[in-house]
T-cell receptor, first 115, second 116 residues
Framework: SQQGEEDPQALSIQEGENATMNCSYK?????LQWYRQNSGRGLVHLIL?????REKHSGRLRVTLDTSKKSSSLLITASRAADTASYFC???????????????FGQGTILTVHP | GAGVSQTPSNKVTEKGKYVELRCDPI?????LYWYRQSLGQGPEFLIY????????DSGLPNDRFFAVRPEGSVSTLKIQRTERGDSAVYLC??????????????FGPGTRLTVL
């Protein structure tokens, strides 16, 4: 079963605009990860944020985590047409201080960036 | 270096047939995961190997599904008596799994299984 929900389900923006995607989850986590998927095939890891972190940056990506609200957001700044893809959050449950390793994915956000 | 590879990339079979899907992880990765992704959904966990043993097979939907990793490297997911509902993309991932660490999973391109 899916861990939580992603919002919005689909997002359409113009090149240069920022894109924000949200993810909510239900159980206690060790870490949360964001992945990108093109054409319904392999996933590419974007960023990992641990449960004791609140914000993380990687290039044009910014991820925030609010464990009290059980939610995370992914911000892509200055979007490009090549960012068009599906984006998934995935949680790695807490196993007494370590992680289980198996990921529980949300349903994803389909991002379309128009040139 | 080479990433995770999966074969075949596409598999079409008839209802009731047996299929095997293969995953070749990144060399040296001790952990291997299988996920299944249906159209419009996120991947769902099936099974996780640490070395040769299945550390967690709680995601396998029923006893028609079985997976092995006999030498701690290549893994095969086996589906008996396939049903139309088994149609999905089967994804494999591997990682360097530390006993108390957190690490990134590297995914293969997937095998698209279609059961007619």
């Amino acid at each position: 079963s899916q861990q939580g929900e992603e919002d919005p389900q689909a997002l359409s923006i113009q090149e240069g605009e920022n894109a924000t995607m949200n993810c909510s989850y239900k159980t206690s986590i060790n870490n949360l990860q964001w992945y990108r998927q093109n054409s319904g095939r392999g996933l590419v890891h974007l960023i990992l944020i641990r449960s004791n972190e609140r914000e993380k940056h990687s290039g044009r990506l910014r991820v925030t985590l609010d464990t009290s609200k059980k939610s995370s957001s992914l911000l892509i700044t200055a979007s490009r047409a090549a960012d068009t893809a599906s984006y998934f959050c995935a949680t790695d449950a807490d196993a007494g201080g370590t992680s289980y390793g198996k990921l529980t994915f949300g349903q994803g956000t389909i991002l379309t960036v128009h040139p | 270096g080479a990433g995770v590879s999966q074969t075949p990339s596409n598999k079409v079979t008839e209802k009731g047939k047996y299929v095997e899907l293969r995953c070749d992880p990144i060399s040296g990765h001790t952990a291997l995961y299988w996920y299944r992704q249906s159209l419009g959904q996120g991947p769902e966990f099936l099974i996780y190997f640490q070395g040769t043993g299945a550390a967690d097979d709680s995601g396998l939907p029923n006893d028609r599904f079985f997976a092995v990793r006999p030498e701690g490297s290549v893994s095969t997911l086996k589906i008996q008596r396939t049903e139309r509902g088994d149609s999905a993309v089967y994804l494999c991932a591997s990682s360097l799994r530390w006993t108390s660490g957190v690490d990134e999973q590297f995914f293969g391109p997937g095998t698209r299984l279609t059961v007619l």
